[in-house]
């Protein structure tokens, strides 16, 4: 299985084609070489032309998750249909896969998306505000990224872990020793 994300718009007729999505004026191609009997072309619709670009696949569960411009897409890859498709907004900013359990994570700007076979299985939030989740690999039992908040002023990115067993946030994050006034006073 070889599941590609392509830099230039291929040539009609040579593959099958499949579109998902409703807006193609700007959109992301995929070549998807399942089998020797199942190869094929994905156009996906994007929702935002600077947004994130990426997909990952599993081989077992015979699925994908594509993210196009900041929209995500659950592939079922035998049937080439759509298990699940995010809205237009918020915009994906993030996502990884996990192993044992399967699960894809997608984090947009103030939540994570967690989707397996089936579709949307949660959809976890911290317990402060955050204005950006950027996930990026899985550790043993955890999703490991970084989080941009004001419970710092946004000075830094603060690292955040997702429990992969019971789908929630852990208490990771490290909170700014810096007082805001004495901060801007100076004092």
């Given at each position: 299985?070889k ?22 004026n ?21 929702s935002n ?5 990426k997909v ?17 897409y ?11 498709e995010?809205?237009?907004?918020p ?19 103030y ?18 505000m955050?204005?950006?989740i ?12 970084k ?18 067993e ?22």
């Amino acid at each position: 299985m070889k599941i590609e994300l392509l830099t230039i718009v291929p040539i009609s007729g040579n593959l099958e084609e499949i579109h998902f999505g409703e807006n193609f004026n700007d959109s992301l191609w995929i070549e998807f070489k399942i089998s020797e009997n199942n190869h094929w072309l994905g156009c996906f619709s994007k929702s935002n032309e600077n947004g994130l670009n990426k997909v990952l696949y599993d081989t077992n569960e015979k699925t994908c998750c594509v993210i196009a411009g900041g929209k995500g897409y659950l592939i079922d890859l035998e049937t080439k249909n759509i298990i699940l498709e995010t809205y237009e907004h918020p915009l994906i900013e993030s996502l990884v896969q996990s192993n044992n359990p399967n699960y894809y994570f997608l984090g947009n700007f103030y939540s994570v998306y967690v989707l397996n076979k089936k579709g949307l299985i949660k959809e976890i939030e911290p317990d402060f505000m955050v204005d950006g989740i950027y996930l990026e690999v899985q550790d043993r039992d955890k999703i490991i990224g970084k989080v941009d908040t004001a419970e710092n002023q946004y000075e830094r990115q603060l690292e955040i872990s997702i429990d992969i067993e019971r789908l929630e946030f852990d208490k990771l994050y490290q909170k700014s020793n810096i007082n805001f006034l004495k901060k801007i006073f100076r004092k």
